[in-house]
């Protein structure tokens, strides 16, 4: 059973910076296209940033980009998400996902991770 597993949220000020990293199991990452996605409550998932398993690929959401950093450490078989100059907008329960279909959509993910808390203050 692949499991991914999100670390590193928390309550920060605007403008501070968080690294999130997602540990995924049972295979090597460089087997997944792998995503960071984020909810708010009551709102649909919306994509943030994913990479293939081999640190190319790298792709962001607008809102992000400039800010958020994707990358992978094989031999920890992570990938993080590191978020410069957070925003309040930011807010959001953020997911790991690893799949074998590299895209935006989050119907394209196999395996989702229990999601990890960031909050932004103003």
């Known amino acids: 059973q692949v499991q991914v597993v999100e670390s590193g949220g928390g309550l920060v000020q605007a403008g501070d910076s968080l690294r999130l990293s997602c540990v995924v199991s049972?295979?090597?990452?460089?087997?997944?296209?792998l995503g960071w996605f984020r909810q708010d409550p009551g709102k649909e998932r919306h994509f943030v940033a994913r990479?293939?398993?081999?640190?190319?690929?790298?792709v962001y959401a607008d809102s992000v980009k400039g800010r958020f950093t994707i990358s992978n450490d094989f031999a920890r078989n992570t990938v993080y998400l590191q978020m410069n100059d957070l925003k309040p907008e930011d807010t959001a329960v953020y997911y790991c996902?690893?799949?074998?279909?590299?895209?935006?959509?989050?119907?394209?993910?196999?395996?989702w991770g229990q999601g990890t808390q960031v909050t932004v203050s103003s």
């Open positions: 996902a690893a799949g074998f279909r590299f895209s935006s959509n989050k119907e394209s993910y196999d395996y």
């Open positions: 990479i293939n398993g081999w640190g190319g690929d790298i």
């Open positions: 049972q295979r090597s990452i460089t087997d997944y296209r």
